[in-house]
């Protein structure tokens, strides 16, 4: 990879990464050699399935914390009324 291509793969790189940050987990880094700015995009991407990974497990965590601590509904039965 020439030293123009390594410097335009970089500038993605930090793109990237600024809108990793504001919470664009779903991108994907382009990947198109071996060298130093290939093992970047790799780790970048890494990271961000390990983010999206964590973010769906913590969802699930929460859903089932909610539902474990949910008050029961109420039904007709349950309703207190006044019969005088």
Do not use: C, W, Y
Request: charge should be negative; proline fraction near 5%; aromatic fraction near 2%.
């Amino acid at each position: 990879m020439d030293l123009r291509t390594k410097l335009v793969f970089s500038l993605v790189i930090v793109s990237l990464v600024s809108m990793l940050a504001a919470r664009h987990v779903q991108l994907r880094a382009p990947v198109r050699s071996e060298d130093e700015i290939g093992r970047l995009g790799e780790a970048f991407n890494r990271m961000t399935d390990r983010l999206l990974e964590s973010n769906r497990a913590l969802r699930v965590e929460i859903d089932e914390h909610r539902a474990s601590t949910a008050p029961p509904p109420i039904s007709d039965a349950d309703s207190v009324t006044d019969a005088d």
